[in-house]
Nanobody, 125 residues
Framework: QVQLVESGGGLVQAGGSLRLSCAAS????????MGWFRQAPGKEREFVAA????????YYADSVKGRFTISRDNAKNTVYLQMNSLKPEDTAVYYC??????????????????WGQGTQVIVSS
C-alpha cells in the first residue's frame, strides 16, 4: 500500500506558475505509474497528466498540453506537476494517484489504486 500527500497548491494570478508535489510512502514508488487529476467546484474529476513507472512516457490532457509538465524522482518517491501559464479555468483541487498493475488507461481515474487528499489551486484573473 502507498500513501500520497500533495503539496504546493495556492493562490496565483493568471499567467503565473505553481509546482505541485506528491510524496509517496513506501519503498516501491518506482513500481507505480502516477497521475494527476483535478476537480473544480460543481464539475466532475478530470484527468490532467500521467507518467509511467520509469518516467519514460508521459500523457497530458489537451487542456494543459504545452503548459503543464509531469515528472518524477523515484529516488525521492515524489511526482511533480509544473504548471505554467495558469488560467482561471485551472482552478481546482488537484489530486495525485498511483496505479500498481501497469495495465491501465492513464486518463481513467478508475484504474488508479491510491489517491491523495488533494491540494487547492486557485488562479485569479
Amino acid at each position: 500500500q502507498v500513501q500520497l500527500v500533495e503539496s504546493g497548491g495556492g493562490l496565483v494570478q493568471a499567467g503565473g506558475s505553481l509546482r505541485l508535489s506528491c510524496a509517496a510512502s513506501g519503498r516501491t514508488f518506482s513500481a507505480y505509474a502516477m497521475g494527476w487529476f483535478r476537480q473544480a467546484p460543481g464539475k466532475e474529476r478530470e484527468f490532467v497528466a500521467a507518467i509511467s513507472r520509469s518516467g519514460g512516457s508521459t500523457y497530458y490532457a489537451d487542456s494543459v498540453k504545452g503548459r503543464f509538465t509531469i515528472s518524477r524522482d523515484n529516488a525521492k518517491n515524489t511526482v511533480y506537476l509544473q504548471m505554467n501559464s495558469l488560467k482561471p479555468e485551472d482552478t481546482a483541487v488537484y489530486y495525485c494517484a498511483a496505479e500498481r498493475s501497469g495495465v491501465y488507461s492513464p486518463s481513467r481515474g478508475g484504474d488508479y489504486d491510491y489517491w491523495g487528499q488533494g491540494t487547492q489551486v486557485i488562479v485569479s484573473s
